[in-house]
């Protein structure tokens, strides 16, 4: 049990370096293009590539795992982001960025995949709930501080790509220099996207709903501060405003979605986040930067908070059995989302006006809200069958750590499975 722990702290130690390692990312890249002149669009489309190549990297990493196993499976994916953050610094013309920021966005999601199912496997069904939540804390607090290094440098010289590949680099020593036996090969789960439609369309179109936010907001918020004058270091703080609100705000809504339907409470949050969105393009127009930095950070704490209660929907209205694909098939609308979502909300933006982003984001979370009201109308309400638990959009890795899910069990057989699919979607 303690070489356990060990180990799961060990994998959390990693995936803070990762996480460090992608906020920074996530907030430069935007910022280096619009000071290299690249239009909105591109940018928007950049963005929509990170979002293809994660979703291709979730479903092909189990893959590369079974032949070749966690250790080697990490190190050749940690390697290969190193080099990608090294050759964006030499990155001209919209393919390459394009190009690289799709690799860059399978080998994360190769990455957390690898990292996601080690821990999965580490936990039992006595502490998945602890394992859990120190895995999502330490995810949630490099998020909400790496942003911040863009103050550490100019995003038109190279050092800032640097310490990407430095964090990323940082990542292989405590996963390679654990002293553990590799868990078996993961099992492939079968997804399929048309009975989650059935059983919880409120989840699956408010986890779709979240990825078409998502994906624009944290790629594209930095483009918007500096429209507004902002410097680039406190350009990226805006990204650090919304994650943190998301860090804050998980469990008091966790706590009402546990007394209330959860459908009322996803459409809550949709109408909240509209609201908020207006509070921003206010706040625009005002000039007030303290009062865009507030809306932004309620933006956080209530959109990105729309993803775990979809999770928690879906796990009262599914069987227990169903609970591991049911959550990374949510998990794939949401990666199908982000992929998307970039590209329109970049138009729109280079179409009228930088505040436009909030209006796309608003409007959409809108139409969620109004789905959502029309399901409850049409259906009663869902008992809740379990407490709620933060889930945030990795991996389908991640799936089996929900307490309230079974434990995937005979590993061994993994090879025998059906590749992922997702049928019906």
Known sequence: MRSALKLIWTITATVTFLQAANGLWQALLPLRMQAEGISTVVIGYVATSYGLGFTIGCLFTPILIRRVGHIRAFASLAAISAIVAIFFTQASGTESWILLRCISGISMAGLFTVSDSWTSSCATSENRGRVLSIYMIFNKIALVISP??????????????????????????PICAANAQEPPSPTTVRINIRRIFTLAPSAAIGSFVVGLMNGPITNLVTVYGTSLGMTAAVAAALLFAI???????????????????????????????????????????????????????????????????????????????????????????????????????AYIMERFAPWALFFYSGCVSLLMALFVLWRIHYKKREPVQGGFVIMTPTTPATAPLNPRAEPIEDMETADTQTETSTTGS
């Open 243 to 345: 994650q943190g609100g998301s860090l804050i705000m998980q469990w008091p809504l966790g706590i009402i979605s546990d007394k209330y339907d959860r459908r009322y409470v996803i459409a809550g949050l949709g109408g909240g986040t509209f609201l908020v969105c207006m509070l921003t393009i206010g706040a625009t127009f005002i000039g007030s930067i303290p009062l865009v930095f507030l809306s932004v950070f309620l933006w956080g704490g209530i959109a990105l908070c729309i993803y775990a209660v979809c999770v928690a929907h879906v796990c009262d209205v599914v069987p227990a059995e169903e609970i591991v694909p049911s959550v990374s098939g949510l998990l794939m609308l949401w990666a199908i989302g982000m992929a998307i979502g970039p590209a329109p909300a």
């Open 148 to 173: 911040l290094g863009i103050a550490l440098g100019s995003v038109k010289s190279d050092g800032l790509f640097m310490a990407v590949s430095v964090l990323m680099s940082l990542s292989l020593l």
